[in-house]
Structure formats: structure tokens, C-alpha cells
């Protein structure tokens, strides 16, 4: 049951925490930011936010920071739209999947082109 329910919690506060992005939070910081997912504990005691950002390693060091002093502001609004006995603390870790699957799709097309086969390719010319 416990499982269930953290997973529960997991998506109402990501739902909760995209609604403040697409509203905007007032930190000028905080640059486009998309929540790719949110892990919750068991206990309900801490959650995990993953996130992206559009931009270079600069932008993404001031959204963090932005997000990181919003946390207090963002647990509030949580608090008031949740019916949670107890808020989690909230953790917000850069989600470097998405550049990683990036670059793997990268190094695919180099092969491909240096093998003279574009993707799709089957060789037979």
C-alpha cells in the first residue's frame, strides 16, 4: 500500500510543482525548466525532483540555485493543495538522462556517416 502511495504522492507534487513553473515563479534565476520526474520515499518524508534546463552549464547552475531558495515558497503551495499530514523536503538534482541519450544519439550518426550509411541505410547500393 505504502508503495502505491508514495508513487501517488510522487505525481501530485510534480503536477503541483509544473503548474508553479508554467505560472512562474518570481526568481529571475530560474530559467525554462521542465520536471522530467519526482521520487518520493516510502515515508513520505523526502522527495526527489529531477529536472532539465534549456542552455549552457551556466543556466543551469542559476536555475538550481533559483529552484533551491524557492523550495520554501514551493513546500508552501504544496502544503496548501495537498491533503499531506507532512510536506516532503524537497530535493531538487539536475537530470542529466536526457543529455547522456543525447549524446549516445550523437555518436550513433557519427558511426553512421563515417561508415558511409546514413540511419535507415540498409548498404545495399
Known amino acids: 500500500m505504502e508503495f502505491h502511495r508514495s508513487h501517488r504522492v510522487g505525481d501530485a507534487v510534480?503536477?503541483?510543482?509544473?503548474?508553479?513553473?508554467?505560472?512562474?515563479?518570481?526568481?529571475?534565476?530560474?530559467?525554462?525548466?521542465?520536471?522530467?520526474?519526482v521520487e518520493v520515499t516510502t515515508d513520505l518524508r523526502h522527495a526527489k525532483i529531477f529536472f532539465t534546463t534549456m542552455g549552457d552549464e551556466a543556466a543551469r547552475r542559476?536555475?538550481?540555485?533559483?529552484?533551491?531558495?524557492s523550495i520554501p515558497f514551493i513546500r508552501r503551495e504544496i502544503g496548501k493543495h495537498l491533503r499531506l499530514r507532512c510536506v516532503p523536503d524537497l530535493h531538487f538534482v539536475f537530470d542529466s538522462s536526457l543529455d547522456y541519450g543525447n549524446r549516445i544519439e550523437t555518436l550513433?550518426?557519427?558511426?553512421?556517416?563515417?561508415?558511409g550509411h546514413g540511419p535507415g541505410?540498409?548498404?545495399?547500393n
Open 108 to 115: 550513433l550518426k557519427e558511426i553512421h556517416s563515417e561508415d
Open 121 to 124: 541505410d540498409s548498404g545495399d
Open 62 to 69: 542559476s536555475s538550481e540555485k533559483g529552484l533551491q531558495s
Open 14 to 37: 510534480h503536477k503541483e510543482i509544473s503548474a508553479l513553473l508554467v505560472k512562474g515563479l518570481k526568481d529571475p534565476r530560474i530559467g525554462f525548466v521542465t520536471i522530467t520526474a
